[in-house]
């Protein structure tokens, strides 16, 4: 088995980029899910779940750790990183609060006029992460992800998604951060710890999937047949969830490459 794919999503909910090699600190993929957009009345977080026109904005990470926003038919905007301990404004993700630096006004007014809603882009610093939820380790924290710092996705489990559905499916739909090439369909599910490039990654749970997946990354629209999710529905459904990918905890640093092999540990 290989790593096929690497993917980063600087802010929670825009496109992804593909990457070649990566670093990995102790929030997942460096710069992975470190900006999200909230309302900017009461800091709920925002996502394609109710504003499919997400999935058409690019948030690109730079080595500065500062975000470069573009969007058709809109001039690009390189936003600085905040400072860490200024502009702080209390957001909540999921069931977690948390406080975090506000990027101030200017992206503010951009993302506001491209999403029609009045909204407010934060930067989560590594001080400011949040306990990955029923953790009992200090050390184990996580940005603005769902609720881990990694998402991982067989290549073979969405080939059969893309059979059962009876159409090619984008990886993209499902916003892994690693691909791995060469496993059986939902081997994965059986996982409980990997060893990619010398650096140990433990499986924590099945992801659970939602309306997200029935969006075209490409186009933002939402699939008329509720695809994937109906056929999904069909076979990966316990206890009223639908579970497809696996969330990892990386248990250190270092950097992944494409091509690199993937060893399952236990």
Known sequence: MRLSSLYRFPMKSAIGEPLLRAELDGLGLVGDRRWMLVDAENGRFLTQ??????SQLSARWNPAGGLTLASQGLPALDV?????????????V????MVVPDAGDEAAEWLSDFLGKACRLVHVPDHRARDIPGSLLPEEKVGFADGFPLLLIGQASLDDLSRRVGRSLEMLRFRPNLVVEGSEPYAEDGWKRIRIGGIEFSVAKGCSRCILTTIDPATGERSADREPLTTLKTYREREGEVYFGQNLINRS???????????VLE
């Open 49 to 54: 779940r109710a504003f499919s026109r997400m």
């Open 94 to 97: 999921w069931g977690s609060s």
């Open 80 to 92: 600085p990183l905040p400072e860490p301990d200024a502009n702080l404004r209390g957001v909540f």
């Open 253 to 263: 640093g270092g950097v992944l490459e494409v091509g690199m092999e993937v060893e």
